[in-house]
């Protein structure tokens, strides 16, 4: 039997060195006494971090945090990819942190939501963020490009998209207009005057007179819309939106029509410097009604003089 002494001068007895296993250190107090320490804390941390892993999934706690956004200012669906899709701090902020946590939902996650929503909602007010300003929306769509498509395959389609963009999105871009989105054969862009907007229209017309594919020469209907549409991230939302699309799908077979709402908007000389005027829209007996729509909405048709 040995023994040594400890740091305060107390006797350890070890077993012999010839007891020991081969191999085996002998025990040596201050060590294991820390090493167990250690461990305890470890074992602490683990259990806290799995404490909060659970707390942090726990279904009930996200519904309660998501129904006490609702409560706060700005949009309660802040987070999905229509509120971070475009510019702004809070916009990239909750792109960020998407791409460190996920889109997986926790509570850590809308408690940052929350708080960006709360800030989004502040840069509004001060006219940063999204608002409700006034602009003029325009929809575009082909007349019979899907039942074209389909036998013309996908070479001629995309050289027919290529040429449709080519002639009607430069007039858009040069009279201070914004393409939101493209829709297939189709577009969506909103500008800050009617009267640039009306103009983009006829110009981007008369471009589209030259695009022809494999004999098939697109029509295009357009439908002019004035209004306070909401904006989230990069796009626009709201009554005045859908108005707009209606308002498209009633120019028919290529015609380019127009709310009152927008008609009021223009200078008084801007449509005969065009060379246009107006005709009253009436929905014919065996077309669908408008859904979505004031029923007080009035529509005109652009004619040429």
């Known amino acids: 039997m040995t023994s040594n002494k400890s740091p305060d001068g107390a006797l350890i007895y070890a077993r012999p060195v010839a007891d020991r296993p081969i191999g085996e250190r002998e025990p040596h107090p201050v060590a294991d006494a ?5 461990a305890v804390k470890n074992a602490g941390r683990r259990g806290f971090a799995e404490w909060l892993e659970e707390a942090n999934r726990r279904p ?30 809070a916009s990239a902020v909750a792109r960020a942190a998407d ?15 929350g708080a960006l929503q709360v800030w989004q909602a502040g840069l509004e007010r001060v006219g940063r963020g999204k608002g409700s300003r006034e602009v003029t929306i325009v929809f575009t769509d082909l007349v ?7 036998g013309a395959g996908d070479d001629a389609t995309l050289e027919l998209l290529r040429g449709v963009a080519k002639a009607i ?12 989105k493209r829709m297939g054969d189709g577009l969506m862009a909103v ?10 229209v006829v110009v981007a017309r008369e471009h589209l007179e030259h695009v022809e594919v494999a004999g098939f ?5 357009v439908g002019i819309h004035t209004g306070a549409p909401k904006e989230i991230g990069g796009d626009w939302l709201g009554v005045d939106v859908t108005i707009a699309a209606r308002v498209m799908e009633a120019g028919g077979n290529g015609n380019t029509m127009i709310s ?11 449509l005969e410097q065009l060379g246009f005027t107006i005709k009253p829209y009436r929905r014919s007996f065996f077309a669908a009604p408008l859904s979505g729509v004031p029923e007080d909405l009035r529509i005109f048709a652009l004619k040429p003089l």
């Open 144 to 150: 019979g490009f899907s039942s074209w498509s389909l």
């Open 191 to 200: 500008f800050t005057s009617a009267d640039r907007a009306v103009q983009a």
């Open 34 to 38: 820390q090493g167990g320490s250690s």
């Open 169 to 180: 999105e430069p007039p858009i871009v040069e009279r201070g207009g914004h393409v939101v």
């Open 60 to 89: 009930t706690l996200i519904a309660a945090i998501r129904r006490f956004r609702s409560l706060l200012p700005g949009d309660p669906g802040f987070g999905d990819p229509l509120s971070t899709a475009g510019p702004g701090g």
């Open 260 to 270: 009152a709402n927008t008609l009021q908007s223009l200078r008084p000389d801007t």
């Open 217 to 221: 020469k697109p029509q295009m209907r």
């Open 99 to 113: 791409r460190l946590v996920g889109d997986e939902g926790g509570v850590a996650r809308e408690l940052g939501l």
